[in-house]
């Protein structure tokens, strides 16, 4: 095993255990720590593949801003003890396990079926500024679409998180 | 040589049946958004793999593709999970009975 094969595998069981952590915790602000942790060792796996930038991108957008969200709103809602009862409910995750499994074991069969994902992946390291011009070359539109769904989320954001209005009766409707 | 790709596809099913089963599992609506971060990252792990493999670069661009899409899902989400809170006082996906019919 090379010193690159060691480091994916450290990092992978970084990232297992890490994962298992968050989605077990029954007070979320545990589970996005885990989940921060989580992240941050998949921008090493993203670095470790050769994806630099995404690797940054990683860091910055879910490690940093949307896991920050996910703090601010637990902070918001005051979160009563939300799941009832203690500990973790048998009923709810004796099906969500076995489904897993069975589809776990589907597509891990399916995965070594194929001789040709056998062949080692090659390290390999896509510059930034090669990534840029890629993008923006082949990948202009799907660009601005993204853009314009990001701006749509902050439209509807604003518009769900907007105060109650008084309760008055819009004058339209009362001529009607 | 880093490791068989085969290897890397089965640490993206792993981290996405557990997102999976984080959605199915869990009751509190910030835990069930959380499951569906997971996914979205072992999406994007399994993308940047096959880029490598293939040595092309469009895999990469579709994990920047998949981050636009989690950040707004998120915002809208989050945004929608305060706007319940404030209407039921609950964050808990079994106190939204007024359905049951």
Redesign the interface.
């Known amino acids: 095993m ?1 010193l ?2 060691g480091i ?2 450290l990092l ?1 069981i970084l ?2 255990v890490s ?2 952590l ?2 077990t915790r029954r007070h ?1 602000v545990n ?2 720590v885990y ?1 921060i942790v ?2 941050f060792g ?1 921008a090493l ?2 670095y ?4 630099p ?2 690797a940054v ?2 860091v910055i ?2 490690a940093g ?2 896991m920050v ?2 703090l601010f ?2 902070m ?2 005051d ?2 003890p ?3 009862g203690k500990g ?1 409910a048998l009923g ?2 004796l ?3 076995i ?3 069975i ?2 074991l589907v ?2 069969a399916l ?2 079926a ?1 001789p ?9 390291m ?1 510059a930034p500024i ?2 840029g011009h ?2 923006f070359q ?2 202009w539109f ?2 601005e679409i ?2 314009f ?2 701006l ?3 439209v ?3 518009y ?2 907007r105060r ?1 209005s008084k309760l008055e009766p819009h004058p339209s409707k009362e001529n009607r | 040589m880093i490791v068989p790709y085969s290897h890397l596809l089965i640490l993206a099913v792993i981290l996405f049946v557990m997102g999976a089963v984080c959605t199915i599992a869990r009751r509190n609506l910030i835990m069930i958004l959380i499951g569906v971060e997971i996914m979205l990252n072992a999406a994007g792990l399994a993308f940047i793999g096959a880029s490598l493999y293939w040595k092309q670069l469009d895999g990469q661009a579709f994990v920047l593709f998949i981050m636009a899409v989690a950040a707004s899902e998120v915002a809208v989400g989050l945004a929608l999970i305060v706007y319940l809170q404030r209407r039921t006082g609950s964050v808990n996906a079994d106190d939204y009975s007024a359905m049951k019919g």
């Open positions: 090379t690159y094969g994916f595998y992978a990232v297992l994962t298992i968050a989605i979320a589970a996005i989940l989580s992240f998949t796996l993203f470790l593949l050769g994806a930038f995404l991108l990683e957008i879910y801003a949307i969200l996910f709103i637990v918001m809602t979160l009563q939300s799941e009832r973790l709810q995750w099906p969500a396990i489904l897993g499994a589809s776990l597509m891990a995965i070594v194929v040709t994902n056998q062949i080692g992946l090659r390290g390999g896509a090669a990534f890629f993008l082949q990948y799907p660009v993204a853009s769904l990001l749509i989320a902050l509807g954001a604003l769900l998180g109650e």
